[in-house]
């Protein structure tokens, strides 16, 4: 059974930074897509940041995050990490980390539990 575990959420005031991690255990596959989407109260998922293995690696982050978030990944400990820094209030959220992988040409994702962060003006 796959499972992603969060954690480094927390409380933190702005300006400041926290670091993410996920680790995927249970699968037997390369995980193509790895990285991190946030949920704040009242709003939809959103996709934060995230690594593409495909067509040569790539790395995508959301325009409200670059500059400031920093992704990264380790292919051999299957982990993810998110390096927040300037984190501003509106970065309240919980994220929920996310990986994606083929088995023969079928398609399979999931979800870690989530952390909160919170970050106080």
């Known amino acids: 059974q796959v499972q992603l575990v969060e954690s480094g959420g927390g409380l933190v005031q702005a300006g400041g930074s926290l670091r993410l991690s996920c680790a995927v255990s249970g699968i037997r596959f390369s995980l193509n897509v790895m990285g991190w989407y946030r949920q704040a109260p009242g709003k939809q998922r959103e996709l934060v940041a995230i690594s593409i293995s495909d067509g040569g690696g790539s790395t995508n982050y959301a325009d409200s995050v670059k500059g400031r978030f920093t992704l990264s990944r380790d292919n051999a400990k299957n982990t993810v990490t998110l390096q927040m820094n300037s984190l501003e209030p509106e970065d309240t959220a919980v994220y929920y980390c996310?990986?994606?992988?083929?088995?023969?040409?079928?398609?399979?994702?999931?979800w870690g539990q989530g952390t909160q962060v919170t970050v106080s003006s």
């Open positions: 996310y990986a994606k992988w083929y088995e023969g040409r079928v398609p399979f994702a999931s």
